[in-house]
């Protein structure tokens, strides 16, 4: 039911300006805004006494688009929710298509798929924590870190052909196997990626200035996280050890070694901290998938979803229309409603998806966390300093494709 305007809590903006107060607007063509949000503020001084967040500049229509275009054709437009680890959107979203569709994928995809996602982590957490060093103004560490993500774009880009956006899951599957020299190269960057992270930890971890930009600011505790919707390493920050991949496994976390870094005092710091150390997590656990990737097929043997090899579908007419079929129709999933959920780098990524048993969906919705998070930002500004927003929020790593709605 729709709430009586009387009923619905008041913005903190929407009062006029008390003696000595300021509105300022943040955004969105601010540089530390990145384009897609825009912070209103109420200012006492220099202190942020209101703040009213406003997301949604990079907007596509995302979820209704879905249901014009067959289950395939879906997989570009998850790439583009989050851009910096585009492969877990992949996954997750052909994980909820093959659970409604009863698929079990293959040994070496689920291996795949797996190491895939924790390279992707990586990355992901290294553009967050690059940015943030970068706008209070630590370039050095910047640098060292994009290098970093720099070497495994390129390195992704070898696997897919795309750089960021790589569209590289299929429904049963994966696009292509690895190239030949690619886990060798694999090997090499986590080496480097050793060396680069341990100079930041060195310059970063205690130094004074970014010690006291970042620790006691922007507290949040277990409970306000949980009551806002919080997941992820923010949620961790504040000490809960909540992990899908520890919860509630998929693919092939069961199997692996790893620990879930939690934090102390749920600020700053302590979001920066989590995602460094989820980076090494990320490291020992890609080490051990190297160790146990099997032999074997990447795609399922299930004519529904997989398109036939193209040499038979140039030599036998049967494969011709199968492949015709999956085009023109897309793969006839069966009727029914599936929620699946991954650990994404900014928290529980999370797909529902309705069938009819068409070759596209009645409804796709996506619980993108940075678009939840939004909804609790305000808490982590309010009662903390002007300059402080900046550090806040690239603590958060909100990323605008998530928040399209």
């Known amino acids: 039911m729709p709430q009586h305007p009387s009923s619905i809590p008041p913005s903190p903006l929407n009062a006029a300006p008390q003696d000595g107060e300021v509105i300022l607007s943040l955004g969105p063509s601010h540089p530390a805004m990145h384009g897609t949000i825009q912070i209103f503020t109420r200012l006492l001084g220099e202190k942020v006494v209101g703040a009213d967040v406003h997301c949604g500049y990079l907007h596509r229509g995302f979820e209704k688009e879905c249901e014009d275009h067959t289950w395939h054709n879906l997989i570009p437009y998850t790439d583009r929710l989050n851009y910096c680890s585009a492969m877990i959107n992949n996954f997750a979203y052909c994980d909820a298509v093959e659970t409604l569709m009863d698929i079990e994928i293959t040994p070496r995809c689920r291996y795949l798929r797996t190491l895939l996602s924790e390279y ?3 990355a992901d957490h290294l553009t967050c924590t690059a940015a943030g060093l970068m706008e209070l103004g630590a ?3 910047f640098l060292y870190l994009m290098t970093i993500r720099d070497y495994i774009y390129e390195h992704m880009a070898d696997l897919t ?31 480097e990626y050793e060396t680069f992270v341990g100079r930041v930890h060195t310059l970063v971890d205690r130094n004074r200035i970014f010690i006291d930009r970042m620790r006691n600011i922007g507290v949040l505790s277990t409970q306000e996280a949980i009551h806002w919707g919080y997941t992820g390493p923010i949620l961790r920050s504040t000490g809960a050890a909540l992990d899908l991949r520890k919860d509630t496994p998929y693919l092939a976390y069961s199997e692996l070694e790893f620990e879930v870094p939690v934090g102390i005092k749920g600020d700053n710091y302590d979001r920066y901290y989590v995602r460094m150390c989820e980076m090494d997590e990320s490291v020992y656990m890609i080490r051990q998938l190297m160790d146990l990737l099997p032999e074997g097929p990447i795609n399922v043997d299930d004519r529904r979803c997989v398109f036939p090899p193209k040499t038979l579908v140039y030599q036998e007419i049967e494969s011709l229309i199968n492949h015709f079929k999956l085009v023109m129709e897309g793969p006839k999933v069966p009727p029914g409603e599936v929620y699946r959920a991954h650990e994404s780098p900014n928290g529980e990524l999370g797909f529902y998806l309705i069938s009819t048993g068409e070759g596209a969906p009645y409804k796709v919705h996506v619980r993108a966390p940075s678009f939840v998070h939004m909804g609790g930002l305000h808490r982590l500004l309010e009662g903390y300093q002007l300059a402080d927003i900046v550090a806040t929020f690239g603590s958060i790593n909100m990323i605008g494709g998530e928040c399209d709605r």
């Open 161 to 191: 052909g795309a750089r960021i956006t790589h569209s590289f899951g299929r429904i049963g599957g994966l696009a292509c196997d690895l190239p030949t020299g690619w886990l060798s190269r694999l090997d090499e960057i986590l080496k």
């Open 139 to 141: 370039m050095t560490a």
């Open 120 to 122: 992707s982590r990586i």
